[in-house]
């Protein structure tokens, strides 16, 4: 490996700063579950790493007016365990119940997996589902926010600029009547890595036992994680039974086929998904 060196800032103006000097070879450090594994095996060689981990700014869980924010080194361990995520985005903190090994979910960060930006990432199929935005700063100390969609830029690919970090994650606290869910299959069972997964925030009126609104997202699926519009127009007013759970899972599968044609892929995710969204059915509504 040659020269490297390694910025450490302590808050978001060192961050700011640090920024300045990243080049097209620089990399951000988070919790570093895939980063320091591609640098162990030389698959990449960096000029420059930020380290964001001193950055204690960037380490939080709150809401304020209406809104829920995460701060971009808040462990996947620390919002799975959050009582406001439980209560108000409760896909997500069960997106962080799967995700990985006991390990990996005490070292990975909510702003890796974003700016990681891979298709299987699994907060990211949940975060769609409650509209996120994602909190970007730059080399000058600007901070924005941009839909999570137009970060994701394809597979282990985000759409920032080389002297951009992502510093947040923010959506509109889902209390009740929105519950959601998540649920995915993975490739083995001890730490699971997403073949297919699903996001489900819904409206539910109880009294009625229908459905008043509804975000789905898949991930792992194609490029990046995507909504599914018209499944969740479909689901509008819809009274919650055994025969809406199946029409559902059939709809999922049409879902999969438009987005993958011609893929390997295709004849097993498009079974595989009915199983995941009967578990996803199940949970949100106890069947």
Not at 2 to 9: E, G
Not at 66 to 87: K, M, P, Q, V, W
Not at 93 to 118: D, L, M, V
Request: a neutral charge.
């Amino acid at each position: 490996m040659s020269s490297l060196q390694v910025l450490t800032p302590k808050n978001n103006t060192e961050l700011a700063e640090a920024l300045k000097q990243a080049t097209p070879k620089s990399k951000i450090l988070g919790g570093g579950t895939d980063l320091v594994i591609l640098l162990n095996k030389d698959e990449i060689e960096p000029d420059l790493i930020i380290d964001m981990t001193a950055n204690k700014e960037l380490n939080y869980i709150k809401e304020e007016d209406g809104d829920i924010y995460i701060g971009a080194i808040t462990t996947i361990t620390e919002i799975h365990d959050s009582e406001l995520i439980n209560e108000k985005a409760r896909c997500l903190a069960k997106a962080c119940e799967k995700f990985g090994s006991t390990q990996i979910r005490n070292k990975a960060t909510i702003g890796g997996n974003i700016a990681n930006a891979s298709p299987a990432g699994d907060t990211l199929p949940a975060l769609k589902a409650l509209d996120a935005e994602v909190s970007v700063i730059n080399s000058k100390g600007e901070a924005r926010f941009l839909p999570l969609g137009d970060v994701l830029a394809g597979p282990n690919k985000n759409s920032l600029n080389v002297d951009e970090a992502v510093i947040g994650v923010k959506f509109s606290a889902h209390a009740k009547p929105w519950i959601s869910t998540f649920a995915k299959l993975g490739t083995r069972t001890a730490v699971t890595i997403s073949r297919i997964s699903l996001a489900v925030n819904v409206v539910y009126d109880e009294a009625t036992n229908t459905i008043n609104d509804a975000k789905i997202a898949l991930g792992a699926v194609g490029k990046a994680a995507f909504r599914a519009a018209k499944l969740e127009e479909e689901l509008k007013g819809k009274v919650v039974n055994k025969e809406l759970r199946a029409k559902f899972a059939e709809k999922l599968s049409e879902v999969i086929q438009e987005s993958i044609p011609g893929r390997a892929s295709l004849p097993y995710k498009k079974e595989a998904i009915k199983g995941v969204a009967y578990q996803a059915f199940e949970d949100l509504f106890s069947m």
